[in-house]
């Protein structure tokens, strides 16, 4: 396998999925102070140019469009650890996305522009990713979670919806149960699972494309690549954030360390969605090449969710894919708005198409 189907392989397997691996880090642990330290100073925002989505079809070339506009904060939140804030405005109520393992914030550029006539939407690049620092410690949960305290208590905002892809389900759900004062609602996107019990039920790998050297002459390729591999728009920014590249442009290797994907893998924990105590929303992507093992512990994921919260609106999106928000984003969107306008759960609610 080449080191281009290598970084799409590796970036797929990560963004949730990472706790099936093999292969292990030396443990260590976090550092409790730095959980409780005071949120430090955020450096002046940056504006930057439009962010660039790569869109590609079979059989046609890409097509770059323009995602929002956004400024960027750097908040520190603890020692050595200081965080990537997007913030591309809006007006109205805080909504936060959060990214899932193996990504940052800029996964975002395309969704946050659905949002912006009513809602101010920010994202956070959690510690190790993205452009924000990597600290040796601090990646279990409670502490991720109590960065994106700071990040509010340092622009200000009391209280959020947040919104989760994947892994960020663990921060989801220690927000909602610890911190459910600051929880206008939660959004679960193909989030709502327990990772604990998923290292015994892996999904089926996807065929990958292979690649060309046009492919890796540049991060804009490379996206058009990812687009055609993963069958969805992929924002050119993320590609920055998640791959290296020569100074020429050609594609290198996977920028996130492994030693910090395993380390938050290593922390997930059981949930325990009894004790949310704010409005939910999980969205499920009900993807056509599971096998049976794996389609049936998704199922008993979304009846334990909707045991535990009763009041939650779950919705499960035939043919979806693990990144919905991109592979099906006017069914995502269309929901994410409804539950944000009024977050307020209904039972069970299956789509069919």
């Given at each position: 396998?080449?080191?281009?189907?290598?970084?799409l392989?590796?970036?797929?397997?990560?963004?949730g999925f990472?706790?099936g691996?093999?292969?292990?880090?030396?443990?260590?642990?976090?550092?409790p102070?730095?959980?409780?330290?005071?949120a430090g100073?955020s450096a002046?925002a940056?504006?930057l140019?439009?962010?660039?989505?790569?869109?590609?079809?079979?059989g046609?070339?890409?097509?770059l469009r323009e995602?929002?506009?956004?400024q960027?904060?750097?908040?520190?939140v603890?020692?050595?650890?200081?965080?990537?804030?997007?913030?591309?405005?809006?007006?109205?109520?805080?909504?936060?996305?959060l990214?899932?393992?193996?990504n940052?914030?800029h996964?975002?550029?395309?969704?946050?522009s659905?949002?912006l006539?009513?809602?101010?939407?920010?994202g956070?690049?959690r510690?190790?990713?993205?452009?924000?620092?990597?600290?040796s410690?601090g990646?279990d949960?409670?502490?991720?979670g109590?960065d994106?305290?700071?990040?509010l208590?340092?622009?200000?905002?009391s209280?959020?919806?947040?919104?989760?892809?994947?892994?960020?389900?663990?921060e989801l759900?220690w927000?909602?149960s610890?911190?459910?004062?600051?929880?206008?609602?939660?959004?679960?996107?193909?989030?709502?699972?327990d990772?604990?019990a998923?290292?015994?039920?892996?999904p089926?790998?996807?065929?990958?494309?292979?690649?060309?050297?046009?492919d890796?002459?540049?991060p804009?390729?490379?996206a058009?690549?990812?687009s055609r591999?993963?069958?969805m728009?992929?924002?050119v920014?993320?590609?920055?954030?998640s791959?290296d590249?020569?100074?020429?442009?050609?594609?290198v290797?996977l920028?996130?360390k492994?030693?910090?994907?395993?380390k938050i893998a290593d922390?997930?924990r059981?949930?325990?969605?009894?004790?949310?105590?704010?409005?939910?929303l999980?969205?499920?992507?009900?993807a056509?090449h599971?096998n049976?093992?794996?389609?049936?512990?998704?199922a008993?994921?979304?009846?334990?969710?909707?045991?535990?919260?009763?009041?939650?609106?779950i919705?499960?999106?035939?043919?979806?894919?693990?990144?919905?928000f991109?592979?099906?984003?006017?069914?995502?969107?269309?929901?994410l708005?409804?539950?944000?306008?009024?977050?307020q759960?209904?039972a069970l609610s299956v789509r069919q198409?």
């Amino acid at each position: 396998m080449s080191a281009a189907p290598l970084g799409l392989a590796l970036l797929a397997l990560v963004t949730g999925f990472a706790c099936g691996r093999q292969a292990r880090a030396p443990a260590e642990p976090s550092a409790p102070a730095a959980a409780n330290a005071p949120a430090g100073p955020s450096a002046p925002a940056a504006v930057l140019p439009a962010p660039q989505i790569a869109y590609t079809a079979s059989g046609k070339p890409a097509e770059l469009r323009e995602g929002a506009r956004h400024q960027v904060h750097r908040v520190e939140v603890g020692p050595g650890a200081v965080l990537e804030v997007l913030d591309w405005g809006g007006s109205g109520p805080p909504v936060v996305l959060l990214a899932g393992l193996g990504n940052s914030a800029h996964i975002f550029d395309d969704l946050a522009s659905a949002l912006l006539d009513r809602w101010r939407v920010l994202g956070i690049s959690r510690r190790g990713f993205g452009a924000s620092s990597t600290p040796s410690t601090g990646y279990d949960v409670p502490t991720l979670g109590a960065d994106i305290l700071r990040v509010l208590a340092r622009l200000e905002l009391s209280r959020a919806f947040f919104v989760g892809h994947s892994v960020a389900g663990e921060e989801l759900t220690w927000l909602g149960s610890e911190h459910a004062g600051r929880v206008l609602g939660l959004v679960y996107l193909d989030a709502a699972y327990d990772r604990v019990a998923l290292r015994e039920h892996r999904p089926p790998p996807t065929p990958e494309p292979p690649t060309t050297a046009a492919d890796l002459a540049s991060p804009a390729s490379y996206a058009a690549y990812m687009s055609r591999g993963m069958g969805m728009p992929m924002p050119v920014d993320e590609v920055l954030a998640s791959f290296d590249f020569a100074p020429d442009g050609r594609f290198v290797g996977l920028k996130p360390k492994l030693d910090v994907i395993v380390k938050i893998a290593d922390a997930v924990r059981v949930p325990n969605y009894g004790q949310v105590r704010a409005p939910t929303l999980a969205l499920y992507a009900l993807a056509d090449h599971w096998n049976e093992d794996y389609s049936a512990y998704t199922a008993r994921e979304r009846e334990k969710l909707g045991r535990a919260l009763p009041s939650a609106r779950i919705v499960v999106i035939p043919h979806g894919k693990h990144y919905l928000f991109l592979s099906h984003r006017a069914e995502v969107v269309q929901e994410l708005r409804a539950f944000l306008a009024e977050p307020q759960g209904s039972a069970l609610s299956v789509r069919q198409d």
